[in-house]
């Protein structure tokens, strides 16, 4: 409520979230002391215990809210043409299940895979679609049993930022993103890139630490 009517009164979420973090920073640090005070010099264990941590549940929730703005602040920074690699193997639709685990996700570690019939791209499959199959019958489907048409799977642009990514794998419940340029699939993203780049960020951003 605090940083809703503080948001109001200035338009700035940042600053909203970082005042409602403090304040409820202080509150939380309160009620631990309270409560600690309670347990040790009246005597009221049970209600003492209560105050900490409600206090604790309280300190965190106030430290998450800042990390969250501050994580939607990178992604929004950074774009996907940073994340995003080549592409995924192109694999005909004819390949049995099996044989495609064994070859490309055991021996490569590969995640996601473009389909392909007659030299044709007709959709992408990931590990996501192989493992809705049962594994004793993977041998009887061929991988373009379980492709998602290109029609019907979301993409990104380059230029997108990674929040926009990140948002549609939330919503379409899928870890990573065939990336389009104009008609032309360029890449892919996954989860493991956004996080990765990210991580690299902080790391490059980080204030040096004194000796």
Same mark, same amino acid.
């Given at each position: 409520?605090?940083?809703? &009517?503080? +948001? ?10 970082? $005042?409602?973090?403090? %304040? =409820?920073?202080?509150?939380?640090? #309160? $009620?631990?002391? +309270? #409560? ?11 209600? #003492? $215990? +209560?105050?900490?941590?409600?206090? +604790?549940? $309280?300190?965190? &929730?106030?430290?998450? @809210? /800042? ?18 690699? &080549? ?9 049995? /299940? ?44 061929? *991988? =373009? ?5 290109? @029609?019907? /799977? ?8 990674? !929040? ?12 990573? !993103?065939? /990336? ?8 892919? *993203? ?13 790391? %490059? ?7």
């Amino acid at each position: 409520m605090l940083r809703a &009517a503080t +948001w109001a009164i200035t338009g700035n979420l940042k600053r909203a979230t970082r $005042l409602a973090s403090i %304040l =409820g920073a202080v509150v939380a640090f #309160g $009620l631990v002391a +309270w #409560g600690m005070k309670l347990a040790f010099w009246d005597q009221d264990f049970v209600g #003492g $215990l +209560w105050l900490g941590l409600i206090g +604790w549940f $309280l300190l965190n &929730a106030s430290r998450r @809210s /800042v990390g969250q703005l501050e994580l939607k602040e990178n992604l929004r920074r950074l774009r996907v043409e940073q994340a995003m690699r &080549a592409t995924c193997p192109k694999v005909p639709g004819s390949m049995r /299940v099996d044989l495609l685990v064994d070859e490309f996700v055991f021996r490569r570690g590969e995640r996601c895979f473009f389909v392909t019939e007659d030299d044709i791209l007709r959709g992408m499959a990931t590990l996501d679609e192989i493992r809705r199959v049962p594994r004793d019958e993977w041998p009887a489907f061929r *991988i =373009g049993d379980i492709t998602i048409p290109f @029609s019907r /799977v979301k993409s990104v642009k380059p230029g997108d930022s990674l !929040l926009t990514a990140f948002e549609h794998m939330n919503e379409e419940s899928v870890n990573q !993103l065939p /990336v389009v340029d104009v008609d032309h699939i360029s890449g892919v *993203i996954t989860r493991d890139d956004i996080f990765r780049l990210v991580a690299k960020f902080l790391e %490059l951003t980080a204030p040096p630490t004194s000796a």
